[in-house]
T-cell receptor, first 114, second 113 residues
């Protein structure tokens, strides 16, 4: 099956620990994205990558880091500097950059930090 | 399930009725729009899209209408079914955004059997 996988579905961490969320796609898409979703709010862009070995900050990048060493993988690290890390995290990919290119989403990872 | 629908506008319809979900977008120069459906605990799923050079587009049981004059987008679902119950998001692609989408907050659709 082609698609985007995120693992794990649920993740629990203690405050002060870094945690890395996995995102893999086998759609051969160039662009990948990370979003954060909080109850009652729309998706907010954390980081995006248009090509391997390149990525840009989105609207809420503080406290997060990413890497794009392979086309199919775009892991997100939630660092201890992120003040409110508990949220639902969504990864997406698209064939390229520009209008008319929909984004395909993974199933999400629910992160709870206590 | 996930609480993504918490505090969202809610539309409640009877099974078999038509549903209309509305969205006001922010940038008058946006040239591409998408409607997504998100079921509880899952990622958003593409429903239908429309470019700014169109004012209507139809899919299977769904129709999207675009009114650029008032920056308004609507999603019409015909013969709504219980499986349509979800949160629906609109997204716009503003110019010079490098393909990045801006998402609305969503509307929760509840279908009563």
């Amino acid at each position: 099956d082609g698609g985007i996988t995120q693992s794990p579905k649920y993740l629990f961490r203690k405050e002060g620990q870094n945690v890395t969320l996995s995102c893999e796609q086998n759609l051969n898409h160039d662009a990948m994205y990370w979003y954060r979703q909080d109850p009652g709010q729309g998706l907010r862009l954390i980081y995006y990558s248009q090509i391997v070995n390149d990525f840009q900050k989105g609207d809420i990048a503080e406290g997060y880091s990413v890497s794009r060493e392979k086309k199919e993988s775009f892991p997100l690290t939630v660092t201890s500097a992120q003040k409110n890390p508990t949220a639902f995290y969504l990864c997406a990919s698209s064939p390229g950059v520009g209008p008319g290119l929909e984004q395909y989403f993974g199933p999400g990872t629910r992160l709870t930090v206590t | 399930g996930e609480s993504v629908g918490l505090h969202l506008p809610t539309l409640s319809v009877q099974e078999g009725d038509n549903s209309i979900i509305n969205c006001a977008y922010s940038n008058s120069a946006s040239d591409y729009f998408i409607w997504y459906k998100q079921e509880s605990g899952k990622g958003p799923q593409f429903i239908i899209d429309i470019r700014s050079n169109m004012d209507k587009r139809q899919g299977q049981r769904v129709t999207v209408l675009l009114n650029k004059t008032v920056k308004h987008l609507s999603l019409q679902i015909a013969a709504t079914q219980p499986g349509d119950s979800a949160v629906y998001f609109c997204a716009e692609n503003p110019p010079k955004s490098q393909g990045n989408l801006i998402f609305g907050k969503g509307t929760k659709l509840s279908v009563k059997p």
